[in-house]
């Protein structure tokens, strides 16, 4: 991961509105402002680091433009709408020279059985299991040591990390990203209980995945016991979230790491589920709701909701619980002292 | 995916206790009521859906003998004792459709120690590992890029789902079922402090999973420090669950997605875990308990316990607490007034 | 797992300070107190378990030097300072038996890509997956179907079990111990919100775990947005826990089971996380502080912090809070009494 940017590169790439101070160092490396050292890139993305800026050794910072300072010797601030977006730019210029494109075709030790449809454009890795009736779009890249089962179809241009499972009959459209580790189209997790156990009700449906999705490391999402379990458009879905069958969600919603979805709850678009936070089945979180880290949500949400707690509340009245929750052991000792001075009141008033 | 069934086809597999009205739509998919389409199959499972009955287009309906009401024009009831578990029964057949037997025997890519002893009716999948030792039963089927340790015994009847691993010396009884991503006999996390830094205990027990044991995706099972970590039979485990060492899980227990069970703990027969719920180390969940999603466990319940919230309480109690949390606010203006009220009562009894 | 020790083998591994009783028995396993039978070697490693000493059948039983009372017949006791650490030692023993060192070289059926360096001492397993520019340090272990991304720096003695990815750019140090599933260096959560959907920030950094780490199985670790994500010399980490990008932390913490840790945290050294606690972006969490299970951590931690909770206060106070929340109902109730008394006060006071 060699870098080597000179100012006037990064200023091509990141288009800066304005400039302060000059730097001639060689950009090696991007670090946050307390850590940055001479020869790195850092940036004020959070107003929280503003005052890190003064004291950063690094030898170009990204600043907002209504940031006002100077930058030390050798120094040089570059002044965008967004220090974020700017990075995101320059950090894309890098990926293409970190992971530069495949070339097309298929590893000689994959296995893909007969009656697979490949695109010419396609890459498969090494040690890959391709089985029989999948469909492979333009561009896409499985990496290393994938499983696609039976009559999988996979659009164009997604990229699957290495050990991916994607099991038999599940859909994904274009440009998903999957990384690695993680299974799309295990069984749903049903049973009926039938005299002294549990008997597995066939879970026949499977998952489709649409466009521009993309899911984080070892995540899980369950076949539909039948008809389809869906990730909508652009959702993005990070690590070690649980997907349960028949579970419906919109689009260009964000789900934390952690999260679990159980059976046949409906998120609508442009939901955040914070990290571990659990929804109970069947029920539904309406558009734009937002719900907090480590809530528990056992009842349908209107749209717009902002959630706390478990079980959920909404977000201020948790805040404003919590803040008393730790004056409880206090009311206690007020309500004991209120008895207690009840009864003196009492007691000269008996004559 | 592609179905074809006729009414009678269904009537067939489900054998309906009476029927109404009737339709000549071939049946191509199962879809929720309010969902389904013509040529569709759609059922009451679930009462809180009573009501969308009448309005859904499904070709066939299954509906429990109580339900009142009228097919429309071209539409079909079926009356069943448990719709969910004719539903079931249909849904098998089509599994076999979906995932037909497959044929014994090695695949060439497969790599497998000298003195593994596979049955002749086993299927080993592409590109799996098994070491010296192994045994593996009769019609057991170990799907693509398993690893599959020294001296591991699998029983028959078995379905490993592609990319699992079983560590050395771990035992999978009979008719055992693993989705993709688990690993069994990963170490157990145990170390001892010693000076400045923790000291790894040797881990050198084993995994046992009893007959009819199903085990979700991503779901990691500890090796016993020592003996055995120990699943029951017809225990079933969700998704992403974790069991630590020398944990002892009793049969018929049903353990949903992402819960964790710490080290040593003991889980009787036909308990019930919530999803993401949470159990300390070293103590153990009677008989038929049921712990709520999101539950944090610590200390040993009684047979029959039925828990809920962190620290749990009895279900009811913690339900009552919940109810009385929101009023909390409420109760320290309460608690305000009083004492308010209590200065101005002493004031004019002060001449 | 055939174990066959006598008491004069074990005591030469123990080196016990002090022995009573005599057994002829051979030890072929190692039990709890409740469960021991004869042949077996049992220990009391916590002293909730005292009362069960008398009452086992091991054949010899590891004590702390306090320990009053008298072996049965054909029952031997070994007093040890630690019986947990003297259990360890002929654990350890075990453990060489059971994974005798594998003979150092590349099976035939992995993937080298060119310019990958390999140590002579090291071991590749059947169907890995390593791509170019990897180095790979003396007598490291890689078991079978590993990816090793491109520029991946491993030291020596490392030990990475089956199915594990290290993703391109990253770095392990010397005796590095990665449970099977382990997924390091996917892509950190990061997008920004442009217009209507989530536009991603590429992640351009890498993770690096240095000397002496243990990860547990499944478990996930972002590489950093840029420059970093990094784990402390000598921490353990258990199973599915999540680490986000650019997350740093200390050494010798402990992080159980399924903790969730948000971008950008830094955990200092000597923390320990108890299992499902779930920690917020970009907060610091003190050298030395604990944190209960399940617990939620919102804000930056002094060190020596000992935490419980969502959010989470002080463990002294969340406890007090918890045995004062059993008695809301009642608070509730002895409020509405007071009102009803000053209401009643007031009445006969109005003439």
Redesign the interface.
């Known amino acids: 991961?060699q870098l080597a940017f000179s100012a006037a590169d990064i200023a091509a790439i990141i288009q800066p509105l304005s400039s302060k101070g000059t730097t001639h160092s060689v950009i090696n490396?991007?670090?946050?402002l307390n850590?940055a050292q001479i020869g790195d890139l850092s940036f004020l993305g959070?107003s929280?680091y503003r005052q890190e800026v003064a004291a950063s050794a690094a030898s170009i910072i990204l600043l907002p433009v209504d940031y006002v300072g100077e930058p030390r010797q050798g120094q040089q601030y570059f002044f965008v709408e967004?220090p974020?977006?700017a990075?995101?730019r320059l950090?894309?210029r890098?990926?293409q020279l970190?992971?530069p494109k495949p070339k097309p075709g298929i590893?000689p030790?994959a296995?893909i059985a007969m009656g697979a449809r490949i695109a010419a454009s396609a890459t498969v890795?090494?040690?890959c299991?391709i089985e029989a009736g999948v469909v492979v779009g333009e561009r896409t890249h499985i990496?290393?040591?994938a499983?696609i089962?039976r009559?999988v179809a996979i659009g164009s241009d997604c990229w699957l990390?290495?050990?991916v499972?994607i099991?038999?009959?599940c859909v994904l459209r274009d440009r998903v990203?999957l990384?690695?580790?993680v299974?799309v189209g295990?069984?749903g997790?049903g049973?009926?209980f039938?005299a002294?156990?549990?008997?597995?009700?066939?879970?026949?449906?499977?998952v489709v995945i649409e466009s521009?999705v993309?899911i984080?490391?070892?995540t899980?999402l369950?076949r539909a016991?039948?008809?389809h379990t869906v990730v909508g458009e652009?959702t993005?879905i990070?690590?070690?979230v649980?997907i349960?069958h028949?579970v419906r969600i919109g689009r260009?919603c964000?789900i934390?790491?952690?999260v679990?979805i159980?059976g046949?709850v409906t998120v609508e678009d442009y939901v955040v589920l914070g990290?571990?936070a659990?929804l109970?089945g069947?029920l539904t979180v309406g558009k734009g709701s937002k719900i907090d880290?480590?809530s528990?949500i056992n009842s349908d949400l209107a749209p717009g909701s902002f959630m706390k707690?478990?079980?959920a509340?909404p977000y201020n009245?948790e805040q404003?619980?919590?803040v008393?929750?730790?004056?409880?052991?206090d009311?206690?000792k007020?309500?004991d002292a209120?008895?207690t001075?009840?009864v003196d009141?009492?007691k000269p008033?008996a004559p």
Chains 1, 2, 3 share one sequence.
């Not at 002294?196 to 499977?206: A, L």
């Not at 008393?324 to 052991?329: E, F, N, T, V, W």
Request: with cysteine; glycine share 10%.
């Open positions: 991961m490396g991007i670090a946050a850590l959070n929280k967004k974020s977006v990075l995101a950090c894309a890098i990926e970190l992971w590893h030790t296995v890795g090494p040690l299991l990496e290393a040591q499983f089962g009559n990390m290495p050990r499972t099991a038999s009959e990203r990384q690695s580790g299974v295990s069984d997790f049973y009926e039938v002294d156990h549990h008997e597995k009700i066939p879970q026949v449906g499977n521009d993309e984080g490391a070892n899980t369950d016991r039948f008809s652009g993005k990070d690590n070690l649980q349960a028949n260009h964000m934390c790491s952690q679990g159980s046949s990290g571990q659990g109970a069947h880290g480590q528990g707690g478990t079980p509340l009245l404003r619980i919590n008393l929750r730790k004056r409880i052991p009311l206690f007020r309500v209120l008895e001075k009840l009141l009492k008033s």
